[in-house]
């Protein structure tokens, strides 16, 4: 669901697909392992994250979190804010991590 998603990918494929945390954390963290960036495991596309709403999602589940999924949610979160298409800053950031 798109308003509710943690994280989407850029669309390189023509189509977002977006993901909640848990559904995606798995898959985020096997990337790491295997020291890639995680990418949509659908189209392969570039992520990007919600730093509003991973900020929400990690002060509602941080406590019922382990501490790597915590850490690694952390780490997607600060990740920063990009520009939008119009320049502007956009709430959806790259999700570059290694």
Same mark, same amino acid.
């Given at each position: 669901?798109?308003? =509710?998603?943690?994280?989407?990918? =850029? ?18 963290? =096997? ?9 949509? @495991? =659908?189209?392969? #596309? ?12 990690? #002060?509602? &589940? ?15 979160? &600060? ?16 999700? @570059?991590?290694?």
């Amino acid at each position: 669901d798109e308003s =509710t998603s943690l994280l989407r990918c =850029t669309g390189e494929a023509g189509v977002q697909h977006y993901f909640h945390a848990d559904c995606l954390l798995m898959w985020v963290k =096997t990337c790491i392992r295997r020291k890639q960036d995680p990418l949509c @495991p =659908t189209c392969r #596309g570039p992520l990007q994250v919600h730093s509003d709403r991973m900020e929400a999602y990690l #002060g509602r &589940n941080s406590a019922s979190l382990a501490a790597e999924d915590v850490r690694v949610l952390e780490e997607l979160r &600060n990740s920063g804010p990009s520009p939008g298409p119009s320049g502007a800053p956009s709430e959806w950031a790259p999700a @570059p991590l290694k």
